[in-house]
Structures are given as structure tokens and as C-alpha cells.
């Protein structure tokens, strides 16, 4: 389990997701996306419990919602990078915790840290209605 300190978390405001959101199409779109080998195979697992595949997640990505958002969170390891945006989508009635961002090496691509069922349930979505 790792623990996100409260003062690495913050919240994006509404046009900065709906531009992420806008953003992140054109890169999953022309296939420049990686899901990252996770040392505890939760990403993994859940693709296999979702019988998923590469393209499933860039669908899922792609149907995103400012809805979805939860919160940021800066890179600890690599600081002077784009924060992750982390989401909360239910599929197959599962909840799926998703924290991705945006990468630039020569072109820019999606960089998807986690894809997994959700540890916590998620009850603070600052960009949903009512």
C-alpha cells in the first residue's frame, strides 16, 4: 500500500482538467501510451479480472469525464514533471483508480502509473454536479 501524503494532493481547477481531458486525446488516439509494470501487479490483475487489453484501457481513457477527477498529485520522483491527475471511473462495476499524465520526450505521449480496481472508494469529486 502506499500512502499519499494530504500535502501532495491538491486540487486541479475545472479548465485545467477539461484541457488534460482534451489533451491526452490526440496522443491515445495515434497509440503513444504506456501503462507502467507495477511492482505489485495490481494493474495487471485487474486487466485480466476486467479482461482488458491495451486498447480496452485507451477507450476507457478516452472516455473521461471532468466528473471523474478526483485529484492531483505532484511526481515525487521526477518533480520537475507534469503532476498526475488521478480519476475514479466505475467499469463492470468495478471502482478503477486511474492516475496518468502527460509525458514529453519528442513528442508527447500518456504515461498511465495505475489502471487498478480501487483501494479506497473515492467520495470527493470537486467537478461533479449536485
Same mark, same amino acid.
Given at each position: 500500500?502506499?500512502?499519499? #501524503?494530504? *500535502? *501532495?494532493?491538491?486540487?486541479? @481547477?475545472?479548465?485545467?482538467?477539461?484541457?488534460?481531458?482534451?489533451?491526452?486525446?490526440?496522443?491515445?488516439?495515434?497509440?503513444?501510451?504506456?501503462?507502467?509494470?507495477?511492482?505489485?501487479?495490481? *494493474? $495487471?490483475? @485487474?486487466?485480466?479480472?476486467?479482461?482488458?487489453?491495451?486498447?480496452?484501457?485507451?477507450?476507457?481513457?478516452?472516455?473521461l469525464k471532468i466528473e $471523474?477527477?478526483?485529484? #492531483?498529485?505532484?511526481?515525487?520522483?521526477?518533480?520537475?514533471?507534469?503532476?498526475?491527475?488521478?480519476?475514479?471511473?466505475?467499469?463492470? #462495476?468495478?471502482?478503477?483508480?486511474?492516475k496518468i499524465k502527460i509525458?514529453?520526450?519528442? *513528442?508527447?505521449?500518456?504515461?498511465?502509473?495505475?489502471?487498478?480496481?480501487?483501494?479506497?472508494?473515492? @467520495?470527493?469529486?470537486?467537478?461533479?454536479?449536485?
Amino acid at each position: 500500500m502506499v500512502f499519499i #501524503s494530504t *500535502n *501532495n494532493r491538491f486540487i486541479d @481547477t475545472f479548465d485545467i482538467i477539461e484541457k488534460f481531458l482534451i489533451d491526452i486525446r490526440e496522443p491515445l488516439l495515434k497509440g503513444m501510451f504506456i501503462l507502467q509494470k507495477r511492482n505489485d501487479a495490481a *494493474n $495487471d490483475q @485487474t486487466l485480466l479480472d476486467l479482461e482488458f487489453d491495451r486498447d480496452d484501457i485507451i477507450r476507457e481513457l478516452l472516455s473521461l469525464k471532468i466528473e $471523474d477527477y478526483a485529484y #492531483s498529485v505532484y511526481d515525487l520522483i521526477k518533480i520537475k514533471e507534469e503532476p498526475y491527475k488521478v480519476f475514479h471511473k466505475i467499469i463492470k #462495476s468495478r471502482e478503477i483508480y486511474i492516475k496518468i499524465k502527460i509525458k514529453h520526450v519528442k *513528442n508527447k505521449f500518456i504515461y498511465c502509473m495505475s489502471f487498478h480496481e480501487a483501494k479506497y472508494a473515492e @467520495t470527493n469529486f470537486p467537478h461533479r454536479g449536485g
